[in-house]
């Protein structure tokens, strides 16, 4: 029986990350085969990597650990490389519960994403508190986020595939407080450091690991808003980036999904194929498709339509993805029910993962296998 970790202070945040999506899912009551070929293998010829988010408690679970280590061939730490974890106390450094899962991508032969340098949330307190009160100033404000950039990426150095480099700096189609680019005028950095600050930390990642690929990472910059008009700031900021010879290697679609939103698959598609369009590689890097459930604890749709919604939008994500050549690595935002932020974080949703709380494989997992068989005579090669 697991036991689905705490939700934290989410509420307030939650809207913040309003896509759309699909009705019902039911869990399945059949185990994969273990003898079946595992996503990670039924993705390899065509060269695209599938990729999980994993809480390292959770591999004190053997069946949770076989998944993870199974079928996937990316990590990406959920929240173990955020500055709130890594720094807790100003000036000491804590990596071991990363350390952990890049020992366990290792052993399992898969690569890690680095998530996330810089971001407005998850922030210790003695950074946002000194900053409020004036004990930090604005230049020191700058040195200490070079001096963290730097560390973390050397601490990993060589051991990162990808780096969420920038997080979710852009605003939302309902923003009150966009600049004339787009971005958040009350991000917590942008108000303090001005937008350079994202080309900046490009740089110093940069520095600390040349060869890391360096990601700016945000949601709904893939048409979920309607208008697509994030989306067209988000290719904005890219092609002002690379024109200023930033280093950036790539840009993350989150594709938090909700079948309340709607999805439209052609739009996702093009929009990938439009930041690709500028030379930049592309990767899906939180997918989940959350719908509204009967409980938090057994996460079954209430709508029993749900459930083909969420595989024909599950479909969508990852189709969009093998279209698109230079998209490199497909990732769920944690792989079942139980393990999810959605219940936390989005009142009466869930079961949007592709594993039920059970963890056994649900319709969505079976639509991500079938497609990638499919794939393996179309979709181009990476
Ligand atoms: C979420 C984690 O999944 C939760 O455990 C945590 O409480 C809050 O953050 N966009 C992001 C991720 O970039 O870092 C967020 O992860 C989900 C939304």
């Not at 970790?5 to 085969?33: D, E, F, I, K």
């Not at 989306?231 to 950036?248: E, F, H, M, T």
């Not at 056994?360 to 068989?373: E, F, G, I, S, V």
Request: net charge negative; proline share 5%.
């Amino acid at each position: 029986m697991r036991v689905r970790r705490a939700a934290g202070a989410a509420a307030a945040l939650a809207c913040a990350w309003a896509g759309l999506v699909a009705p019902g899912a039911t869990a399945s009551a059949h185990p994969a085969h273990p003898d079946s070929p595992p996503l990670r293998a039924l993705a390899a010829p065509i060269g695209l990597r599938i990729g999980t988010a994993v809480a390292p408690a959770n591999l004190a679970d053997p069946a949770y650990a076989e998944i993870a280590g199974r079928q996937f061939n990316v990590i990406t730490p959920e929240n173990e490389l955020k500055w709130e974890t890594v720094e807790p106390t100003r000036g000491s450094y804590d990596w071991s519960a990363a350390d952990r899962l890049v020992d366990f991508a290792r052993a399992h032969g898969q690569q890690v994403r680095g998530h996330v340098l810089l971001w407005h949330n998850q922030n210790p307190a003695w950074l946002v508190d000194g900053v409020e009160n004036g004990t930090i100033s604005t230049a020191q404000l700058r040195e200490i986020l070079h001096q963290h950039i730097t560390a973390e990426v050397t601490h990993f150095k060589g051991r990162i595939w990808q780096w969420d480099v920038a997080n979710e700096f852009l605003a939302d189609a309902w923003s009150p407080a966009p600049n004339e680019h787009g971005i958040n005028s009350d991000d917590f950095w942008v108000s303090h450091l001005g937008e350079g600050v994202i080309a900046d930390a490009f740089r110093w990642a940069h520095e600390a690991d040349p060869k890391a690929l360096l990601f700016y990472n945000d949601y709904n910059i893939t048409g979920e808003d309607g208008t697509n008009a994030k989306s067209d700031a988000a290719y904005d900021l890219a092609k002002r980036l690379r024109q200023q010879g930033v280093p950036i290697d790539g840009v993350g679609e989150q594709a938090h999904l909700d079948t309340q939103y709607g999805f439209d698959a052609d739009r996702f598609r093009t929009d990938l194929q439009r930041f690709a369009s500028l030379g930049l590689k592309v990767a899906i890097t939180e997918a989940d498709v959350r719908t509204f459930v009967d409980s938090a604890e057994t996460q079954v749709p209430t709508d029993p339509a749900a459930v083909a919604k969420q595989s024909e939008y599950w479909s969508g994500l990852l189709n969009g993805c093998l279209a698109v050549r230079q998209c490199i690595s497909f990732t769920v935002w944690e792989f079942d029910d139980a393990d999810s932020w959605v219940p936390g974080w989005f009142t009466g949703e869930g079961a949007a993962t592709p594993y039920d709380v059970h963890l056994q494989p649900k319709a969505a997992y079976r639509t991500l296998q079938q497609d990638l068989r499919e794939a393996k005579h179309t979709a181009p090669k990476r």
